[in-house]
C-alpha cells in the first residue's frame, strides 16, 4: 500500500512537471509570435529567446 502511494505520488508530480513544461511551452510560442509581427528576424528571436532558430522556424511554421 505504501508503495503504491508513492507510485501515485510520483506520478501526480510527474504530470504536474509536464503541465508546467506545456506551459512554458505555450508561453514561448505566444512570445516567438509576438516578436515574429513586431518584424523581428528568426535570428533575433531565437537570440532574444535563448532557443534555437529551427524552434523559432518550427513553431512560426505551425503557426500559419
Known amino acids: 500500500f505504501e508503495e ?3 507510485y501515485i505520488g510520483m506520478q501526480n508530480q ?3 512537471d ?3 513544461a506545456r506551459d512554458r511551452k505555450a ?3 505566444a512570445k ?7 518584424g ?3 535570428h533575433q528571436i ?3 529567446l535563448q ?3 529551427a524552434t523559432v522556424q518550427r513553431i512560426l511554421g505551425a503557426e500559419k
Open 27 to 29: 508561453e514561448r510560442n
Open 51 to 53: 532557443c534555437g532558430r
Open 40 to 42: 523581428y528576424s528568426q
Open 32 to 38: 516567438i509570435m509576438d516578436l515574429h509581427r513586431k
Open 14 to 16: 510527474r504530470e504536474t
Open 4 to 6: 503504491r502511494q508513492f
Open 46 to 48: 531565437a537570440e532574444e
Open 18 to 20: 509536464r503541465a508546467a
